[in-house]
């Protein structure tokens, strides 16, 4: 793949990791729920 749609790829696996965690962080404290956020990467 070309250089533009290597980076497409990562910025668009990036947001997506940080508009998931920033849900879960919010529905935690919604809930008081105390506790850690994995994320998996698989290449």
Do not use: P, W, Y
Not at 11 to 16: Q, S
Request: proline share 0%.
């Amino acid at each position: 793949a070309d250089r533009q749609s290597f980076e497409r790829l990562a910025n668009t696996n990036i947001i997506a990791v940080a508009a998931c965690s920033n849900a879960a962080v919010k529905s935690m404290r919604n809930r008081n729920v105390e506790g850690h956020i994995f994320i998996l990467n698989r290449r």
